[in-house]
């Protein structure tokens, strides 16, 4: 835990089709007409135009809390207690849980990912999020992300063993920011330093580190509205354009 307080970004993955066994858990439970979102928590707005999924702990237990009205959030019980803390549910006081879901019981389930060249991506395993950390809900940019690219490769590999389909964990990888290395900086830094599974945790320790101090300060975004402008200048850009439009909302823990 850093001295400072962390500025998430909260995105709202729209829920398009649940996979069965989630259908099945919020059954009865949660209103017919309501809108569901998975929220991940990111530090990399900028980048959310290269979603190609969403990653959730299979062993975590979710919860789906009412955020207003017609709204509810999937995301941990820890989660839910710090947004209610910061006013972020329209109703003050304890956070209403609808239902618990199990991580795995979500996988497959389709979702929207505001800004993405793919604006419909599945819900992926990924073993190493933390309950202890943002939302328990991490989205998938392969690009910009070495610990991303990393698990989307080993789940394309293994589509099987990991009881998805491989289509799901195949979607094109489109650059999205531009550094003197490359404009693909997680792949290559993947490649460089010999990654070959996720499970290579000191090295995706240091390739995390040089992708986001490399992206951050020598970055310049690649696509969308702010094609050219250095990632400093772009990101709180996006970021205000998310929540502008109801897409995302701060969170900070
Ligand atoms: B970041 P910090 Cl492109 N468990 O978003 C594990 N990882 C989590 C998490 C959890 N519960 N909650 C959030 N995260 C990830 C984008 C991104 C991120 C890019 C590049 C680097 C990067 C797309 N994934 O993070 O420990 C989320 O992934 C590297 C720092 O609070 C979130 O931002 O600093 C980041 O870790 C927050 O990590």
């Not at 307080?5 to 007409?33: D, S």
């Not at 491989?166 to 003197?180: D, F, G, N, S, Y």
């Amino acid at each position: 835990e850093g001295v400072l307080p962390q500025e998430y970004t909260a995105l709202k993955l729209k829920v398009i089709e649940w996979a069965p066994q989630a259908a099945e858990a919020i059954k009865g439970k949660v209103p017919e007409g309501a809108s569901v979102y998975l929220c991940p928590a990111t530090l990399r707005p900028e980048t959310m135009y290269g979603q190609v999924c969403c990653f959730v702990g299979p062993s975590l237990t979710y919860g789906v809390f009412r955020a207003s009205e017609n709204e509810y959030f999937v995301i941990t019980d820890r989660a839910a207690r710090n947004m209610a803390y910061q006013g972020i549910f329209e109703k003050d006081g304890v956070p209403e849980k609808a239902a618990d879901i199990q991580g795995s019981d979500l996988i497959g389930t389709l979702v929207n990912a505001p800004l993405s060249f793919h604006p419909q991506v599945r819900v992926l395993p990924m073993e190493s999020v933390l309950a202890t950390k943002g939302t328990g809900v991490v989205t998938s940019v392969p690009s910009d992300s070495p610990d991303d690219f990393a698990m989307v490769t080993e789940l394309a590999k293994k589509a099987d063993f990991y009881g998805i389909k491989k289509e799901w964990a195949e979607l094109e990888i489109h650059p999205i920011i531009q550094t003197p290395t490359s404009d693909l900086l997680a792949p290559y830094l993947v490649k460089k330093l010999k990654i070959a599974s996720p499970k290579d945790a000191k090295q995706l320790l240091e390739a995390k580190e040089l992708a986001y101090k490399e992206g951050f300060y020598q970055g310049v975004m690649k696509v969308g509205e702010f094609k050219g402008e250095k990632v400093e200048v772009a990101k709180p850009k996006v970021r205000e354009q998310l929540i502008q439009k109801g897409e995302a909302f701060a969170y900070s823990e």
